[in-house]
Nanobody, 125 residues
Framework: VQLQASGGGLVQAGGSLRLSCIGS????????VAWFRQAPGKEREFVAA????????YYDDPVKGRFTVSRDNAKNSAYLTMNNLKPEDTAVYFC???????????????????WGQGTQVTVSS
Protein backbone atom coordinates (compact mmCIF):
# COMPACT_ATOMS: atom_id res chain seq x y z
CA VAL A 1 0.00 0.00 0.00
CA GLN A 2 1.21 3.52 -0.77
CA LEU A 3 0.64 6.23 1.81
CA GLN A 4 0.43 9.97 1.22
CA ALA A 5 0.55 12.27 4.25
CA SER A 6 -0.56 15.88 4.14
CA GLY A 7 -1.91 18.70 6.27
CA GLY A 8 1.22 19.96 7.94
CA GLY A 9 2.07 23.62 8.22
CA LEU A 10 3.05 26.51 10.45
CA VAL A 11 0.81 27.23 13.42
CA GLN A 12 1.08 29.27 16.60
CA ALA A 13 1.23 27.60 19.99
CA GLY A 14 -2.25 26.68 21.12
CA GLY A 15 -3.45 26.20 17.57
CA SER A 16 -4.68 23.12 15.77
CA LEU A 17 -3.89 21.08 12.69
CA ARG A 18 -5.36 17.98 11.11
CA LEU A 19 -3.03 15.64 9.31
CA SER A 20 -4.36 13.25 6.69
CA CYS A 21 -2.96 9.99 5.40
CA ILE A 22 -4.47 8.51 2.26
CA GLY A 23 -3.72 4.93 1.32
CA SER A 24 -3.81 3.38 -2.12
CA UNK A 25 -3.04 -0.03 -3.52
CA UNK A 26 -3.61 -2.95 -1.19
CA UNK A 27 -6.47 -3.09 1.30
CA UNK A 28 -5.78 -0.12 3.54
CA UNK A 29 -8.75 -0.98 5.74
CA UNK A 30 -7.15 -4.23 6.88
CA UNK A 31 -4.06 -2.57 8.36
CA UNK A 32 -3.42 -0.92 11.68
CA VAL A 33 -2.25 2.69 11.23
CA ALA A 34 0.11 4.81 13.26
CA TRP A 35 1.66 8.24 13.35
CA PHE A 36 5.29 8.87 14.21
CA ARG A 37 7.29 12.09 14.29
CA GLN A 38 10.89 13.12 14.03
CA ALA A 39 12.12 16.39 15.45
CA PRO A 40 15.39 17.96 14.26
CA GLY A 41 18.35 16.09 15.67
CA LYS A 42 16.19 13.45 17.32
CA GLU A 43 15.15 9.89 16.64
CA ARG A 44 11.78 9.19 15.09
CA GLU A 45 9.25 8.48 17.85
CA PHE A 46 5.79 7.05 18.26
CA VAL A 47 2.84 9.44 18.50
CA ALA A 48 -0.40 7.49 18.13
CA ALA A 49 -1.82 4.27 16.68
CA UNK A 50 -5.24 2.97 15.75
CA UNK A 51 -6.20 -0.57 14.96
CA UNK A 52 -7.78 -1.68 11.70
CA UNK A 53 -11.41 -1.12 12.73
CA UNK A 54 -10.88 1.94 14.89
CA UNK A 55 -11.74 0.21 18.14
CA UNK A 56 -8.34 0.41 19.85
CA UNK A 57 -6.01 3.39 20.06
CA TYR A 58 -2.73 4.18 21.78
CA TYR A 59 -1.12 7.54 22.41
CA ASP A 60 2.27 8.61 23.63
CA ASP A 61 2.00 10.39 26.96
CA PRO A 62 2.99 13.91 25.73
CA VAL A 63 0.08 14.02 23.28
CA LYS A 64 -2.65 12.36 25.34
CA GLY A 65 -5.67 14.60 25.62
CA ARG A 66 -4.46 16.85 22.78
CA PHE A 67 -4.16 14.55 19.76
CA THR A 68 -6.79 12.21 18.32
CA VAL A 69 -6.15 9.50 15.78
CA SER A 70 -9.05 8.41 13.58
CA ARG A 71 -9.73 6.70 10.30
CA ASP A 72 -12.33 6.43 7.57
CA ASN A 73 -11.87 3.11 5.86
CA ALA A 74 -14.43 3.99 3.21
CA LYS A 75 -12.05 6.74 2.12
CA ASN A 76 -8.85 4.75 2.71
CA SER A 77 -7.81 7.52 5.06
CA ALA A 78 -6.42 8.07 8.51
CA TYR A 79 -6.19 11.33 10.40
CA LEU A 80 -4.32 12.90 13.27
CA THR A 81 -6.15 15.84 14.80
CA MET A 82 -3.79 17.92 16.88
CA ASN A 83 -5.11 20.51 19.32
CA ASN A 84 -3.36 22.83 21.75
CA LEU A 85 -0.13 22.47 19.84
CA LYS A 86 3.14 23.25 21.57
CA PRO A 87 6.53 24.24 20.17
CA GLU A 88 7.85 20.82 21.22
CA ASP A 89 5.39 19.24 18.78
CA THR A 90 7.46 20.66 15.91
CA ALA A 91 8.59 17.72 13.78
CA VAL A 92 8.10 15.87 10.54
CA TYR A 93 5.09 13.62 10.99
CA PHE A 94 4.88 10.25 9.27
CA CYS A 95 1.92 7.95 8.84
CA UNK A 96 2.48 4.23 8.69
CA UNK A 97 0.43 1.09 8.14
CA UNK A 98 1.06 -2.53 9.01
CA UNK A 99 -0.09 -5.58 10.89
CA UNK A 100 -3.85 -5.63 11.05
CA UNK A 101 -6.63 -8.10 11.68
CA UNK A 102 -5.97 -10.26 14.73
CA UNK A 103 -2.43 -8.98 15.17
CA UNK A 104 -1.84 -6.79 18.19
CA UNK A 105 -1.69 -3.03 17.73
CA UNK A 106 1.87 -1.97 18.50
CA UNK A 107 3.97 1.13 19.03
CA UNK A 108 7.05 -0.29 17.33
CA UNK A 109 8.20 1.19 14.05
CA UNK A 110 9.45 -2.21 12.88
CA UNK A 111 5.87 -3.53 12.91
CA UNK A 112 4.72 -0.99 10.31
CA UNK A 113 5.64 -2.07 6.82
CA UNK A 114 4.30 0.85 4.83
CA TRP A 115 5.28 4.50 5.34
CA GLY A 116 4.25 7.84 3.96
CA GLN A 117 6.72 10.55 3.02
CA GLY A 118 6.18 12.81 6.02
CA THR A 119 4.64 16.22 6.48
CA GLN A 120 6.26 19.12 8.36
CA VAL A 121 4.54 20.59 11.40
CA THR A 122 6.04 23.74 12.86
CA VAL A 123 4.64 25.32 16.02
CA SER A 124 5.82 28.81 16.86
CA SER A 125 5.87 30.17 20.39
Amino acid sequence: VQLQASGGGLVQAGGSLRLSCIGSGRSFETFHVAWFRQAPGKEREFVAALNWNGAISYYDDPVKGRFTVSRDNAKNSAYLTMNNLKPEDTAVYFCAAGGGGPLDLTLRQVDYRYWGQGTQVTVSS
